[in-house]
């Protein structure tokens, strides 16, 4: 069974940077697209970055564009999420999901705070 596990929120200023990442198993990390979304307590969880399957393309939330980088490191299983130029309306939980098999699979989330 797939599982993902996100790490490296944490509580930063404004401008500030954080690196996000997310350790996956239970599933051939690299046939799969993985992504990164968010979510603030009352409010839908949202897109924020994605990486394609096999080829790695990348895709981002217009919120994030030039802020934000996502990759991946095979060899460990993981994908990251460089996070810059932070901003207080970027404080929300943060979850990497992956569907296998037609089942969507979700880490615990790691929260990341922007103090104005």
């Known amino acids: 069974e797939a599982q993902l596990v996100e790490s490296g929120g944490g509580l930063v200023q404004a401008g500030g940077s954080l690196t996000l990442s997310c350790v996956a198993s239970?599933?051939?990390?690299?046939?799969?697209?993985i992504g990164w979304f968010r979510q603030v307590a009352g409010k839908e969880r949202e897109g924020v970055s994605c990486l394609s399957a096999i080829d790695r393309d990348t895709d981002y939330a217009d919120a994030v564009k030039g802020r934000f980088t996502i990759s991946s490191d095979s060899a460990k299983n993981t994908v990251y999420l460089q996070m810059n130029n932070l901003k207080p309306e970027d404080t929300a939980t943060y979850y990497c999901a992956v569907t296998v098999l037609g089942r969507d699979y979700w880490g615990q989330g790691t929260q990341v705070t922007v103090s104005s």
């Open positions: 239970g599933f051939t990390f690299d046939d799969y697209a």
